[in-house]
């Protein structure tokens, strides 16, 4: 989720202006309910236990409500769109390898030096 960027350069400025932050905050407070919500996603979590989980680590009451709130309207969907884009974004195709070794000239050397190559061919689902 992290790759993508949730809001564009132009929606990023409202959102500095509307909520009075510099833009190095305003990407903290994103990255931070990026994160709520990842985790959210990850534990499958219900609106309640999100909620107590946020009022554990001493968010306001209000904030976490709101949190709750909008897990409960749209989680579930989140975690469908999470699933199917992260369980299957790449299927693997090919597979080669090659495998050197170098040995010393000399008979008194003991040196072996091996070299491994592995070549892994990867598709996406969505191409297909």
Known sequence: LQAESTFSEEEEEKLQIAFSLEKQDLHLVLETISFI?????YHNLKPASLQQQLQSIHLDPDKSEAFASAW?????DTIEKFRQRVLTPQKLETIGWQLNLQMAESMQAKLKSPQAVLELGVSNEDSK
């Open 37 to 41: 919500l990842e985790q959210a996603v």
């Open 72 to 76: 409960a309207a749209a989680g579930q």
